[in-house]
């Protein structure tokens, strides 16, 4: 069974910068896009950012342009997520999301399977 295990989570200062792992067990995972999902408390969960199966496109959230970077590589079968000038409103927890296309979804019905999910608490 195919799983996706995110990494890299834990307490930071604000303006500080955290790099988050999503790695999966299965070769395939170079076929499929991927973003990566964040729920604050009490909110729902929304996407942070998302790329294509071979990296060539990404798309963010307009709360973290200019902040978050997803990458990607493949032969490692693992997803990157770095974030920057971290804020307080980034604290959250992260979860990685495997699309059911090689494409970016428009909406989280896309993605069909998830991670357990790294939490990320950022201090003021």
């Known amino acids: 069974q195919v799983q996706l295990v995110e990494s890299g989570g834990g307490l930071v200062q604000a303006g500080g910068s955290l790099r988050l792992s999503c790695a999966a067990s299965?070769?395939?995972?170079?076929?499929?896009?991927i973003g990566w999902y964040r729920q604050a408390p009490g909110l729902q969960r929304e996407l942070g950012a998302a790329?294509?199966?071979?990296?060539?496109?990404?798309n963010y959230a307009d709360s973290v342009k200019g902040r978050f970077t997803i990458s990607r590589d493949n032969p490692k079968n693992t997803v990157y997520l770095h974030i920057n000038s971290q804020q307080p409103a980034d604290t959250a927890d992260y979860y990685c999301?495997?699309?059911?296309?090689?494409?970016?979804?428009?909406?989280?019905?896309?993605?069909?399977?998830w991670g357990q999910g790294t939490q990320v608490t950022v201090s003021s």
């Open positions: 999301a495997r699309s059911r296309y090689s494409y970016i979804p428009s909406s989280s019905a896309g993605y069909a399977l």
């Open positions: 299965q070769s395939t995972f170079s076929i499929h896009a």
């Open positions: 790329i294509s199966s071979s990296g060539g496109l990404t």
